[in-house]
């Protein structure tokens, strides 16, 4: 209809533009696509086994360079459109693209202070937690220690800040990549 003006993307923004974090839906459907086809193969058949407890149905997914863990569905996503470009995947859901895939050893080994997550740097077994969500943390301060295999890893502070998110728990056991915690800077 021809009205069109230079204002036109400012005033409309909200609705032309993912927002900062990918709904509950995209969760699921990148969660579900991290997981091998169904075969009748014993390996794929397993999925989410553990020894003596439920299957797992958690999930960890990188999404836009951002860490989740996203717990699946019993009924399974609504199958928006996965596809492959180059070396990125990337789920087609209500009009929104969003990159995904592993989350990266960079943001595993704790280098992901630009964000304030904080995942654990390998499998093993929390043995501290030193804060508590809400509280005020100073950069370099001590907040989870993991263990494996004798050796002890101290997660920092990547800045100052707030926990805004502690899901770290003294005994709880970790897999490499998991979102333990995440500040918000000051």
Excluded at 13 to 27: E, F, I, K, T, Y
Excluded at 141 to 159: D, G, N, S, Y
Aim: glycine content about 10%.
């Amino acid at each position: 209809a021809g009205r069109i003006d230079p204002g036109f993307i400012a005033r409309h923004l909200n609705a032309l533009v993912a927002g900062d974090a990918p709904s509950a839906r995209v969760q699921q459907e990148a969660a579900a696509a991290m997981l091998p086809p169904v075969t009748d193969e014993p390996w794929t058949a397993l999925t989410g086994f553990r020894a003596n407890a439920d299957a797992s149905r958690q999930i960890e997914v990188e999404i836009a360079g951002r860490p989740y863990l996203v717990e699946l569905e019993p009924s399974g996503p609504d199958r928006g459109c996965v596809a492959e470009l180059g070396f990125e995947r990337v789920v087609f859901l209500d009009g929104e693209a969003w990159a995904f895939g592993t989350p990266r050893a960079a943001q595993a080994a704790g280098n992901a202070g630009g964000d304030g997550a904080i995942l654990s740097p390998m499998p093993g077994r929390v043995i501290a937690v030193a804060v508590q969500a809400g509280e005020a943390v100073k950069k370099g301060q001590r907040l989870i220690v993991v263990e494996a295999m004798k050796m002890e890893m101290a997660l920092v502070a990547p800045f100052d800040g707030t926990m805004a998110e502690l899901r770290a728990q003294a005994g709880a056991q970790v897999t490499e990549g998991m979102l333990l915690a995440r500040i918000e800077k000051a």
